[in-house]
T-cell receptor
C-alpha cells in the first residue's frame, strides 16, 4: 500500500478565510512533505517534517502554517491567502529522511483557489 | 545553472516507438534519482527510481544512470497513447537526503 490521502480534493476560499489541508499516510513513513505546484511548473518544496519535527521550511510565508500532530498526519493551515497562492498543494511521504535512497509517494493533491 | 534540467519538450513519438527522456543534474553528491509521471490535473506518480550506475528495467521502462556524467534518462519502449503525460525527473541531494528537486518536466505525446 503506497497510499497518501489528501482532503479536501478541491477548496475555494476567500482572502479572509482560515482553512486547513489534511494529509494522512499509514505506510510507517517518518518523513512528510508539502509541495506547491502551479500550472505547467514542477512541484516546489514548501516544508519537510522528519519524525514529526519541522526540518525544512523553504522560506514559506507565514500565512502557511504546517503542523504534524503524529507520524501519520500532516496539516497545512491557511490564513489570509492571496489569489497568487492558488495552486495544487501536494503532500508526500517517504521513509527515514537521513537515508537518501527512499522514494517519495504523493497524494492526489488539493486544488486550491483563492478568490 | 538549474539544479535539474530536462530536455525541452514537447516530445512526440508514434505508437510503438521508443521514447527517450533525458535529465542532467548539477549536484555531484546526489545519490537518488526518480522519474515521476504526471497526467494533466493529477498528482505525480512514481514510475522508476535508480540509485546505482547502469540500467534498471521495469516492464517497458528502463532508467539509466551515469553519475560521472551527471546524467539520468528514461526509455519507454513500445510507447502507448496512455503514456502521454509530463515526465518529471527528480533528484535527492546526498547530504540530508530530504530535499527532492524536480526538473521542469518533459511533455510526451504518443500518437496512435
Amino acid at each position: 500500500d503506497t497510499e497518501v490521502t489528501q482532503t479536501p480534493k478541491h477548496l475555494v476560499m476567500g482572502m479572509t478565510n482560515k482553512k486547513s489541508l489534511k494529509c494522512e499516510q499509514h505506510m510507517g513513513h517518518r518523513a512528510m512533505y508539502w509541495y506547491k505546484q502551479k500550472a505547467k511548473k514542477p512541484p516546489e518544496l514548501m516544508f519537510v517534517y522528519s519524525y514529526e519535527k519541522l526540518s525544512i521550511n523553504e522560506s514559506v510565508p507565514s500565512r502557511f502554517s504546517p503542523e504534524c500532530p503524529n507520524s501519520s498526519l500532516l496539516n497545512l493551515h491557511l490564513h489570509a491567502l492571496q489569489p497568487e497562492d492558488s495552486a495544487l498543494y501536494l503532500c508526500a511521504s517517504s521513509q527515514v529522511v537521513a537515508r537518501s535512497n527512499t522514494e517519495a509517494f504523493f497524494g492526489q493533491g488539493t486544488r486550491l483557489t483563492v478568490v | 545553472q538549474k539544479e535539474v534540467e530536462q530536455n525541452s519538450g514537447p516530445l512526440s513519438v508514434p505508437e510503438g516507438a521508443i521514447a527517450s527522456l533525458n535529465c542532467t543534474y548539477s549536484d555531484r553528491g546526489s545519490q537518488s534519482f526518480f522519474w515521476y509521471r504526471q497526467y494533466s490535473g493529477k498528482s505525480p506518480e512514481l514510475i522508476m527510481f535508480i540509485y546505482s550506475n547502469g540500467d534498471k528495467e521495469d516492464g517497458r521502462f528502463t532508467a539509466q544512470l551515469n553519475k560521472a556524467s551527471q546524467y539520468v534518462s528514461l526509455l519507454i519502449r513500445d510507447s502507448q497513447p496512455s503514456d502521454s503525460a509530463t515526465y518529471l525527473c527528480a533528484v535527492k541531494e546526498g547530504l540530508s537526503g530530504s530535499r527532492l528537486t524536480f526538473g521542469e518536466g518533459t511533455q510526451l505525446t504518443v500518437n496512435p
